[in-house]
């Protein structure tokens, strides 16, 4: 082999593995994207819970509230003396019929 064919040779072997890292690198980096949007999906996965459980959180609290504020106002009225049970609930029965359906309490 004369040394012009090696020579050749050894730049068509280079030329192959270059080839060859060039395709690693693009399926190096292929991965990295893949994992990096991944991870940007998980990120927004929890986002959007921690804002669930951020307004289920602002529910909970807003029910303990109005519970707090019905007690407070039962209690409220319980302490008046010219006030009875009877004379509530005649309040609110509009029809007069003994029973108080919701379309009466609005």
Do not use: W, Y
């Not at 690198?25 to 986002?47: F, G, M, P, V, Y």
Request: with cysteine.
């Amino acid at each position: 082999m004369t040394p012009a064919q090696r020579q050749q040779k050894r730049d068509e072997e280079e030329k192959a593995a270059s080839e060859q890292r060039d395709i690693i690198d693009k399926q190096i980096e292929a991965e990295k994207q893949k994992i990096r949007d991944e991870q940007e999906k998980q990120d927004q996965l929890e986002k959007e819970r921690q804002v669930e459980n951020f307004m289920f959180l602002r529910f909970v609290k807003q029910l303990i509230r109005s519970g707090r504020q019905i007690e407070d106002a039962k209690s409220a009225l319980f302490c008046h003396k010219t006030f009875t049970l009877d004379d509530s609930f005649r309040l609110f029965d509009v029809n007069q019929n003994g029973t108080v359906t919701s379309q009466e309490l609005t």
